[in-house]
């Protein structure tokens, strides 16, 4: 009783999560506090919705916007428009990189990369720093970051030197996994899996047996088992009928009521990691409930309720960690979600047609945007709602 009550009243140290060989552990089945990233991707649902959402973001199309008293017009010549033309550094494409940066947020609740300038203060590099390799220290409410490169070598960083990507908050300053948020469903899905593992590793489960009427010795018992496998064992033997003699019987074996419930309780636990990253189930390949129409339902609303908040998160940090307080005034970047449709080619030239009918857009701006070449001379008719290819 007297130990129980020390335990309960003696303060516990917290220590810090080893990034490097804790992230190379395996799951042993134990409770836990902390959802390691590495072993919550154990879980397919927790590597299907990650991607989705960092792949889609990834591939989406960014551009940099020179606004003019007429509106606005695609800059190419702006620094932060050849990053993404050209990469942000040498390893990653602008792809890749913002790809890597918003699975870094939806798993560990921050992504960082160092800004790095010439001497005329443009960007010319952003350089990522896995957040397993960041130390982070808070004076008066600002961030310093110490940051350990891929060659072991740490750089201090301000907060006016990082490209800071942040899951939602608790103090402002630095984001929090969702992991964290909700580490007992990992905890449970990972359980679950383990015991499956287990089950089918350890289990004892035949899909029939034969019943004898009579006493058999080891020996015949024996003989019949290399007969039985012998003759219908492996796929080279399927469709076989047996015949069965000296009064045995065939008993099937079904799956028993234990483990139905077993694949049941997998499916919520995959109904639970979609509902944890806000991806509709069919996106990360759970079909239970699906239908056609509800499939394309749930893309749309993947778009509008999943990835635009995102990528507003993205636009408005590098508008205001990219850019000049100067460059803010005239300069807008943005990510283009219309990308979207460039797997439904007719919805997008029914959206074509529609705005060359409004005279949004002329023939030659919908053939500039498809990759055609302008027609140029007399455009007549252009707006009467004939999109010519």
């Not at 889609?56 to 190419?76: M, N, S």
């Not at 960082?112 to 004076?139: F, M």
Request: charged share 20%; glycine share 8%; net charge negative.
């Amino acid at each position: 009783m007297i130990r129980t009550l020390q335990k309960m009243f003696t303060p516990t140290e917290k220590r810090a999560v080893d990034p490097s060989w804790h992230a190379l552990a395996s799951y042993n089945g134990q409770p836990v506090a902390y959802v390691n990233p590495q072993i919550a991707e154990q879980l397919s649902a927790v590597t299907a919705a990650v991607n989705a959402i960092s792949g889609a973001i990834g591939t989406l199309p960014a551009y940099v916007y020179r606004v003019t008293d007429k509106g606005r017009e695609v800059d190419h010549a702006h620094p932060i428009a050849r990053l993404i033309e050209d990469g942000p550094n040498s390893y990653q494409t602008w792809s890749e990189f913002v790809e890597w940066l918003t699975a870094q947020a939806l798993l560990y609740g921050n992504g960082l990369a160092a800004i790095r300038s010439d001497n005329r203060g443009q960007v010319t590099e952003l350089a990522s720093y896995p957040w397993g390799r960041v130390a982070v220290q808070t004076v008066t409410e600002r961030i310093i970051y110490d940051c350990t490169d891929h060659q072991g070598r740490t750089q201090r960083l301000l907060q006016g030197d990082v490209l800071h990507l942040k899951d939602r908050s608790d103090d402002g300053l630095l984001g929090r996994s969702r992991l964290s948020r909700t580490a007992p469903v990992i905890e449970l899905a990972l359980q679950m899996q383990q015991f499956g593992n287990a089950l089918y590793r350890n289990g004892v489960r035949p899909s029939g047996a034969i019943q004898l009427k009579e006493r058999a010795g080891l020996e015949q018992i024996k003989n019949l088992q290399d007969q039985i496998q012998q003759s219908y064992g492996g796929a080279g033997s399927a469709g076989f009928f047996m015949v069965l003699q000296d009064n045995a019987e065939w008993k099937q074996i079904t799956i028993d009521p234990e483990r139905a419930e077993y694949l049941a309780s997998r499916r919520f636990g995959t109904e639970e990691i979609a509902r944890l990253f806000n991806v509709p189930p069919p996106l990360i390949q759970d079909y239970t409930h699906n239908t056609f129409t509800n499939s394309q339902q749930a893309a749309r609303w993947f778009a509008q309720n999943t990835l635009q908040p995102w990528i507003r998160k993205i636009e408005c940090l590098i508008h205001c960690a990219l850019f000049t307080e100067e460059e803010r005034k005239r300069y807008q970047f943005e990510i283009d979600m219309s990308g979207f449709l460039r797997g439904d080619a007719e919805t997008r030239w029914k959206n074509h047609e529609i705005a060359v009918k409004a005279g949004i857009l002329t023939v030659d701006e919908v053939r500039a945007i498809e990759g055609f070449a302008p027609l140029g001379g007399n455009q007549e008719g252009a707006h009467d709602g004939e999109v010519a290819v």
